[in-house]
């Protein structure tokens, strides 16, 4: 008798690559370009996982929707020259993330899937840079759905693939990813090494310090 499918939802940013100094230096070359006083490093870090629009509102919500949407491009502009410039060093995958990719993909039963709050023209980019186009069955990018952590993105990945949110994980760093598992009603395993800390995490099911943990946190949700 064959085993059910399951679906393993992984964020991007802070979970599969380290983006953070992409990200903070295209914040601040965005900023900067307006000569608006640049966000914290925390501050920025904060709102990873949202998209843009929101991010920016949540950064510098005293300023106009105009000059949000400047910030915006600019933060877009910045971040496709330097994804060019540096290819796959731009955003380095974490330690151990294509191994676990590569164990997982191997066993019959599982897909793979990202929700990201990236846009399509970012998140294609990485995944040519660092040549995972093999990897996963459904990709969910902020171009698309509302923002983190509303459930669209998991509730498309599930219609998608044809499975049921018992069927399904979602695996984030940020507090964003757990609640949007949360609403779509599917567990959530926080990950350690990202960029909210992990008290923020609270709707995580389980919260893992490296990926060699992965394979043992689902078989504990899927027995």
Same mark, same amino acid.
């Given at each position: 008798?064959?085993?059910?499918?399951?679906? !393993?939802?992984?964020?991007?940013?802070?979970?599969?690559?380290?983006?953070?100094?992409?990200?903070?230096?295209?914040?601040?070359?965005?900023?900067?370009?307006?000569?608006?006083?640049?966000?914290?490093?925390?501050?920025?870090?904060?709102?990873?996982?949202?998209?843009?629009?929101?991010?920016?509102? $949540?950064?510098?919500?005293?300023?106009?929707?105009?000059?949000?949407?400047?910030?915006?491009?600019?933060?877009?502009?910045?971040? $496709? #020259?330097?994804?060019?410039?540096?290819?796959?060093?731009?955003?380095?995958?974490?330690?151990?993330?294509?191994?676990?990719?590569? $164990?997982?993909?191997?066993?019959?039963?599982?897909?793979?899937?990202?929700?990201?709050? =990236?846009?399509? $023209?970012?998140? #294609?980019?990485?995944?040519?840079?660092? &040549?995972?186009?093999?990897?996963?069955?459904?990709?969910?990018?902020?171009?698309?759905?509302?923002? =983190?952590?509303?459930?669209?993105?998991?509730? @498309?990945?599930?219609?998608?693939? &044809?499975? @049921?949110?018992?069927?399904?994980?979602? !695996?984030?760093?940020?507090?964003?990813?757990?609640?949007?598992?949360?609403?779509?009603?599917?567990?959530?395993?926080?990950?350690?090494?990202?960029?909210?800390?992990?008290?923020?995490?609270?709707?995580?099911?389980? !919260? !893992?310090? @490296?990926?060699?943990?992965?394979?043992?946190?689902?078989?504990?949700?899927?027995?």
């Amino acid at each position: 008798m064959s085993k059910p499918l399951r679906l !393993i939802i992984f964020d991007v940013d802070g979970t599969l690559v380290d983006s953070q100094a992409s990200i903070v230096g295209s914040m601040t070359a965005a900023f900067e370009a307006l000569s608006l006083p640049v966000p914290s490093r925390g501050a920025i870090l904060s709102i990873v996982g949202l998209s843009l629009p929101q991010a920016m509102a $949540r950064l510098v919500p005293d300023q106009s929707d105009q000059t949000q949407t400047q910030l915006v491009q600019g933060y877009k502009d910045s971040y $496709r #020259d330097q994804r060019l410039a540096l290819g796959a060093a731009h955003s380095p995958l974490y330690p151990g993330a294509r191994e676990i990719l590569d $164990r997982l993909q191997g066993v019959p039963e599982f897909l793979l899937g990202i929700a990201t709050g =990236k846009s399509l $023209r970012g998140l #294609d980019g990485l995944i040519e840079a660092h &040549g995972l186009e093999r990897y996963f069955v459904t990709k969910q990018v902020a171009d698309f759905h509302p923002s =983190k952590p509303h459930p669209s993105m998991i509730e @498309t990945a599930l219609r998608e693939t &044809g499975l @049921t949110a018992s069927d399904a994980v979602m !695996i984030g760093d940020t507090s964003f990813d757990m609640e949007m598992a949360a609403n779509a009603g599917v567990t959530g395993i926080g990950v350690s090494w990202g960029y909210h800390d992990t008290s923020a995490l609270q709707h995580a099911a389980q !919260i !893992i310090d @490296t990926f060699d943990a992965l394979p043992e946190a689902l078989a504990q949700i899927w027995k």
